[in-house]
């Protein structure tokens, strides 16, 4: 099943079980693809989706660590409710080792040496991992052994 259809049918579950917040992020991911869509003109395919969400995803938990440190637990628990509400959607993320043996691999073949190397790494990690990780701590990974 494509990922549009999945997150249609989904949407209509939650409607069907009144679940407010499943059903509003579902709207919310929807509302996002809608609007990438229509800046490009086409219909999006599920990798470009997984990109969306990658990005929903990212803006959740900058948002998570603000409303921490103002004192709005309840706000970051939201947040977090809402995260996995969109990792549902996203394929089966990647094992800390699968990361870390896919990070080795990558540096090999870049021949990375030193931290001037990083752009071309996570260049060429960011399709391997869309989606299937979080690209900020690839990207701490990364740095670790580079640096």
Request: with cysteine; proline share 1%.
């Amino acid at each position: 099943m494509k990922l549009n259809q999945l997150l249609s049918s989904s949407m209509k579950i939650a409607m069907k079980e009144k679940n407010k917040l499943r059903l509003g992020t579902i709207r919310l991911i929807r509302a996002d693809i809608k609007r990438v869509e229509i800046e490009k003109g086409r219909t999006l395919d599920d990798e470009e989706i997984y990109v969306v969400l990658d990005k929903m995803l990212k803006q959740r938990r900058e948002s998570i660590k603000q409303f921490e440190s103002a004192g709005r637990q309840e706000l970051a628990e939201t947040e977090a409710a809402e995260i996995a509400v969109i990792q549902h959607f996203l394929p089966k993320q990647l094992t800390n080792d699968e990361i870390n043996d896919l990070i080795k691999a990558t540096i090999q073949e870049c021949k990375a040496s030193s931290m001037k190397d990083m752009g071309s790494v996570m260049a060429s990690l960011k399709p391997k991992t869309q989606g299937l990780a979080d690209m900020t701590e690839i990207s701490l990974r990364v740095k670790s052994l580079l640096g």
